[in-house]
């Protein structure tokens, strides 16, 4: 007979975070994966693509969807956006509905719970009360009650601070807990690969978003046009800042190309961290005038397949 406990067995899944926008989603993810991978801001909206972190422990590997959030839409964008919620919900084992506590349950809560009331799989469902910080204990179970009333299926739920980092543990036990036996997806070379370009692209964004403030807010993207490996150990980005008018571009460039240098140095030295290694940032500015509604610019951000 062999000694100790036996072997838990491995699991593996797809995890997708949903919730409206400015619930803590991005701030959640980096908590638990401990490294910069979704774009935060203190603006709704920021995190627009579908993207992935994965979590690899001793026991288990955990892939989120960190799904763009969900609401009604009004242009082309907004309605790619909610197909991308339906697609990201497709093939996932677990869905992380997390909702922020400080508030009340809004119209846009009740629409997702009801989209999540209308999922057909058999999905395990985690209700993930964040910001509970901000909350003395009647108002965290009031909240909870609120919450949890809104879904009719089987569910599981916690309180968590994404921030203080309060109930992770136990959130990524849950999670773990809810996924099926089976191997691990992604080795962690295949995770640099994979994701180092979008996630260059959202830490470009972002530090266009927080330099500007608001200047400029929704109506810009990034595109990444060129990410080498250099043999001496650098990687080499170039990349598109995609704007909607010529006064954004004025904004972005700044008087003698100053704002756009410190979007590239804030840039860069986020990448650095992320990717450990010296990075070479060459930023451009476009006007593309109704991008929003251009099918390949969506494409190429990964808004549209064909
Ligand atoms: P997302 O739009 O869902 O990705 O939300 P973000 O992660 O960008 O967070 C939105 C805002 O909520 C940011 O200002 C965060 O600092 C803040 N936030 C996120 N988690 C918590 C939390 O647990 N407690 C508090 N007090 N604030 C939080
Ligand atoms: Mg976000």
């Known amino acids: 007979m062999p000694n100790g406990p036996p072997m838990p067995e491995f699991r593996s899944g797809f995890v997708a975070v949903v919730g409206r926008p400015n619930v803590g989603k991005s701030t959640l993810i980096n908590a638990l994966l401990g490294q910069k991978v979704a774009a935060v801001s203190p603006r709704p909206q920021t995190t627009r693509r579908r993207q992935l972190g994965i979590l690899t422990t001793e026991a288990a590997q955990l892939i989120f969807v960190d799904t763009p959030g969900i609401h009604r839409p009004r242009h082309q964008l907004g309605q790619l956006l909610n197909q991308e919620v339906e697609e990201a919900l497709r093939g996932i084992d677990v869905v992380l509905w997390l909702v922020d506590a400080a508030l009340e349950p809004s119209q846009e809560d009740l629409y997702v719970a009801s989209r999540l009331d209308r999922l057909e799989r058999v999905v395990s469902l985690v209700l993930a009360l964040n910001k509970s910080d901000l909350l003395d204990r009647a108002t965290r179970t009031e909240r909870a009650a609120q919450y949890g009333n809104l879904l009719h299926h089987e569910f599981m739920s916690i309180p968590i601070s994404a921030i203080r980092g309060d109930g992770l543990k136990d959130l990524t036990g849950m999670l773990i807990r809810a996924c099926p036996v089976r191997p691990a997806e992604y080795d962690e070379e295949q995770l640099t690969d994979l994701f180092e370009r979008d996630i260059a692209a959202d830490l470009i964004r972002e530090a266009a978003l927080i330099l500007l403030r608001d200047e400029v807010p929704h109506a810009m993207a990034v595109l990444i046009d060129e990410f080498k490996e250099r043999t001496n150990g650098v990687a080499y980005i170039a990349a ?67």
Do not use: C, P
């Open 240 to 306: 598109t800042i995609l704007v909607e008018r010529d006064s954004q571009k004025g904004i972005v460039i700044g008087s003698g190309g100053k704002m756009l240098k410190q979007i590239g140095t804030s840039a860069r030295r986020e990448i650095e961290t992320m990717v450990g290694r010296k990075v070479f940032l060459e930023l451009r500015v476009k006007v593309e005038k109704d991008w929003r509604n251009s099918d390949a610019i969506l494409r190429r951000l990964g808004y549209k397949r064909d």
